[in-house]
């Protein structure tokens, strides 16, 4: 089938369902076409050899990229983040429509939510099915995150969001709670399907010649969160358990991978603390991630203590799985009971120090016979339930079964 793949950010920036997704659905047998914005994610700063013109063509890996123009932004204005979002909303929506080669599937990701809207008006005039991809609840997420207040304007998303969803053929959640969410807002449970995310498989693969001094690792417990660092992640709550482990356990390290509007103000926290036992390391290419994790003893997933995170799976989980090393779970609900299932490592109470502090401690004084078997569990419960080869395969059916209805 010809698969038109729909979203905002696509490589060179960081993704979940880009490059790696469309070149798995193209070794099954499919055409993909990829709509995109010009790359400037996470930054809002425009990729270095990229200029915005109308449209700009590129050949990734084999799979047809399409670049539409934009208005660059990711910073914490909700004007200029929704000028980034409606802007891409606006071009990929003409090129959809006057100049794409007519797909017999749409694929949209989302988020933002107005990139529904775009697969939304493409479908509708080319008269062609679309499975939304849900990775944000919106407006929760706006809510939740502090993006946006004003109850009013929430409503109206939220009235869009339920208008994409009568639009699309079918949705695809990435949590039971955002199936659970939906069907009681309601949408039909026929029209909903479970696909866990996966990782970059292949990032994961620690290279033979790491370019990054980990020597600051050595001899110690070291507790690795890698990944963005902003107030969803509410990470101050992790300073103060460092400062607490540190008066029983003084081999156990924390260690901050990655960027965020809230990195510079985690590190007075911590030289306010006076903790030494906390280290930030810069944002770092995939590949170099990855080799921090594996030297990890354990790997970190925190989320605010808020309903919304209570049904998502945050993202690094799949790759901590695919790992294989013990999880320490701050977050509640969905992601707190992969976990518990996959039995890869613990759970504690989000934005509480103790339960934190608590958690690390039990790791620590585990013997390393027992963290391998949970890091064992990890990576086979990611194979039979996460992986690239398992979630690609359930897109396929749901696409199949789009265009069997269509028919």
């Not at 050595?218 to 103060?240: T, Y």
């Not at 103000?265 to 280290?279: C, I, P, Q």
């Not at 921090?292 to 690094?316: G, M, Q, R």
């Not at 585990?366 to 398992?390: H, P, W």
Request: overall charge positive; aromatic content about 8%; hydrophobic content about 45%.
């Amino acid at each position: 089938m010809r698969i038109l793949l729909l979203t905002q950010w696509f490589d060179p920036e960081p993704t979940f369902k880009g490059l790696l997704f469309a070149r798995k659905l193209q070794t099954l047998g499919h055409e993909v076409e990829v709509i995109t914005g010009f790359p400037n994610y996470p930054g809002g700063k425009l990729y270095p050899g990229y200029r915005q013109k109308w449209c700009s063509r590129e050949v990734l890996e084999g799979i047809s990229v399409t670049r539409v123009p934009l208005y660059l932004s990711h910073d914490e204005s909700a004007i200029k983040r929704m000028l980034n979002y409606f802007s891409f909303s606006l071009t990929s929506c003409l090129y959809g429509i006057l100049v794409a080669k007519k797909p017999d599937v749409i694929y949209v990701y989302h988020p933002p939510m107005t990139v529904g809207l775009s697969g939304a008006m493409i479908g509708l005039v080319r008269r062609v099915p679309f499975v939304y991809d849900i990775q944000d609840l919106w407006p929760d997420t706006l809510r939740a995150t502090g993006m946006m207040s004003n109850e009013r304007v929430l409503g109206v998303v939220g009235r869009i969001c339920n208008w994409i969803y009568r639009r699309a053929s079918h949705l695809v959640v990435l949590s039971p709670g955002f199936r659970r969410l939906l069907i009681q807002r309601g949408v039909p449970e026929s029209k909903i399907s479970l696909i866990y995310n996966w990782c970059d498989e292949a990032a994961m693969q620690v290279p033979k010649n790491g370019s990054v001094d980990l020597s600051f690792m050595d001899g110690r417990f070291n507790l690795v969160f890698a990944g963005n660092m902003g107030k969803a992640q509410a990470l101050d709550a992790v300073i103060a358990a460092a400062e607490i482990v540190a008066a029983t356990d003084s081999q156990v390290q924390f260690v901050f991978v990655g960027g965020g509007i809230q990195v510079d103000a985690l590190k007075t926290m911590s030289n306010s603390l006076g903790v030494e036992n906390v280290r930030f390391l810069p944002r770092m290419p995939m590949s170099e991630v990855g080799t921090v994790l594996t030297k990890a003893d354990a790997l970190l997933v925190h989320l605010k203590n808020d309903p919304l995170f209570a049904i998502t799976i945050p993202s690094k989980t799949q790759a901590y799985l695919a790992v294989g090393k013990p999880i320490l779970m701050g977050v509640a609900g969905d992601a707190a009971e992969l976990i518990r299932q996959a039995r890869a490592g613990i759970t504690v109470t989000p934005e509480s120090p103790e339960s934190i502090a608590q958690g690390v401690l039990h790791l620590a004084q585990l013997s390393a016979e027992d963290r391998n078997k949970m890091g064992q569990n990890a990576i086979d419960f990611y194979e039979k339930e996460l992986s690239l080869r398992v979630g690609a395969g359930r897109f396929e059916d749901v696409f199949n079964n789009v265009l069997s209805r269509e028919k």
